[in-house]
């Protein structure tokens, strides 16, 4: 067992070599770390979690909608109809998803109409949908495809706010200030979704594990990343709580290194079934429908309309500067003990209410860059889920 101090030490180092830089993606922790005395890092008692290949009962893949420049949010005028657009959030659609829409509902409302067409029904549209009701006006969402079918119900469910939202030089000027700003927003309105039945929103733990030393080979991140990802997760460092080193005696994992941090999960589930429940108690109505150009939203009565397309955007707009970010996710059957993440070799894994998410991301931020294959891969899978259950072959007992 290394002594606190050595351990310490390692971790310091360990950090200047960006330490689980990869680990860190999807986590939506800020980097610094603090130490923390035995005796008050004590940690509730962890369950193992059960990695066989048979409790996979479903595999994912979802497409990011990355932008370089960042979410679209301008207006346009398309023949009688206005267009506001709220498309593009890469990986951290969920995250910034009410700020994104209230920066949107405004543009929409301040066009005087009160009844307002909402396309698109994942997390941009329903939250969309939501606060133009808030805002007075009568709503209507048409979509080709709702809850549990959209790409947004195929995602982590973490508090990942700056998950591949932009490149840092594409951006313009203001962007950090208003990236900001949706973040803080958002985090507010997920405040008021704590502690709800079902468990929509709630506050997990998640663990950094790793056996590397800070001699190791540089991060697989730094060695495949070409393209220079914008963080601005320190621009918000105050939401959510520091890293904590984890001194060897004080947790069960069999890794020489262990940091914990602490951040929101979104059980897709019951928060979106939660969402659309909102959405008709006030009324709102949906219509199953797919527009192949912008010109068929003629057809629509609605003068007003919100464009949450998400990737669907890049063939209707024709937004080629929509790349798909692919991400595949082998879900485990729920274990309602596991209510804690893990990032260990790459592999981010969340227990979830509805599942337990086993995600690879050996390329860091690059992995499934420019992938738009949606087909699930399954032996894909069973690698992640076989490094998870390397991992707990080795759980101290
Ligand atoms: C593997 C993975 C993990 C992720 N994890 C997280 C995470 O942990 N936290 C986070 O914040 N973000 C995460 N994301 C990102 C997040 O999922 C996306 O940013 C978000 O889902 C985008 O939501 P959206 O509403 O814009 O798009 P979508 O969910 O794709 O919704 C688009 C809607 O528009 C409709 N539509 C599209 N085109 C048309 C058309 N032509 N006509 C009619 N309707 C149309 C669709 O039917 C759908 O209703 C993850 C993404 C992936 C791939």
Redesign the pocket.
Same mark, same amino acid.
């Given at each position: 067992m290394l002594d606190s101090a050595r351990s310490l030490t390692l971790f310091e180092s360990m950090q200047r070599r960006n330490f689980l830089a990869g680990g860190l993606v999807?986590l939506g922790g800020c980097t610094r770390t603090v130490k923390v005395p035995l005796a008050t890092s004590a940690l509730p008692t962890l369950a193992p979690i059960r990695a066989q290949l048979d409790r996979i009962f479903r595999v994912t893949?979802?497409?990011? %909608?990355f932008r370089a420049a960042g979410p679209r949010l301008d207006v346009e005028r398309v023949g009688e109809k206005t267009v506001v657009h =709220?498309?593009?959030?890469?990986?951290?659609?969920? $995250?910034?998803?009410w700020g994104s829409s209230a920066i949107a509902v405004e543009k929409a409302m301040a066009l005087g109409e009160r009844d307002v067409a909402v #396309?698109?029904?994942?997390?941009?549209?329903?939250t969309s949908a939501i606060l133009l009701q808030r805002a007075g006006a009568r709503v209507t969402i048409?979509?080709? !495809?709702?809850p549990p079918?959209?790409? $947004? $119900?195929?995602?982590?469910?973490?508090?990942? %706010?700056d $998950?591949r939202v932009a490149l840092t030089n594409a951006v313009s000027p203001d962007f950090p200030a208003l990236w900001e700003k949706m973040c803080r927003s958002s985090f507010k309105m997920y405040e008021s979704y704590l502690g709800l039945a079902g468990n929509p929103v709630e506050w997990t733990d998640r663990y950094l594990l790793s056996d590397e030393t800070a001699e190791a080979a540089p991060s697989k991140r730094e060695a495949v990343e070409s393209l220079s990802f914008a963080t601005y997760r320190d621009r918000v460092r105050d939401l959510t709580p520091r890293q904590q080193e984890l001194p060897t005696a004080t947790h069960p994992f069999p890794t020489k290194y262990a940091r914990r941090t602490t951040s929101i999960t979104?059980n897709i589930a019951s928060y979106s079934r939660q969402l659309l429940n909102e959405f008709f108690v006030e009324g709102g109505k949906f219509e199953n429908? !797919?527009? =192949?150009t912008p010109a068929e939203l003629s057809r629509l009565p609605q003068k007003v309309i919100i464009n949450?397309?998400?990737?669907?955007?890049r063939?209707?707009w024709k937004d080629e500067s929509i790349v798909p970010?692919?991400?595949? #996710?082998a879900w485990l059957i729920p274990q309602p003990e596991v209510n804690y993440g893990v990032m260990y070799k790459g592999v981010n894994i969340l227990g979830r209410r509805d599942g337990i998410v086993v995600?690879g991301a050996g390329k860091g931020e690059m992995e499934g860059y420019n992938d738009a294959n949606e087909q699930p891969d399954r032996a894909e899978a069973e690698a992640v889920v076989k490094t998870v259950a390397e991992l707990y072959s080795r759980w101290a007992k």
């Open positions: 999807g893949v979802c497409l990011r %909608p =709220n498309y593009g959030h890469g990986g951290s659609g969920w $995250s910034l998803s #396309i698109g029904c994942g997390a941009l549209g329903m048409y979509a080709k !495809e709702r079918e959209v790409r $947004s $119900s195929r995602a982590t469910g973490s508090w990942t %706010p $998950s979104f429908t !797919e527009f =192949n949450a397309t998400g990737y669907g955007a063939a209707l970010v692919r991400g595949q #996710i995600q």
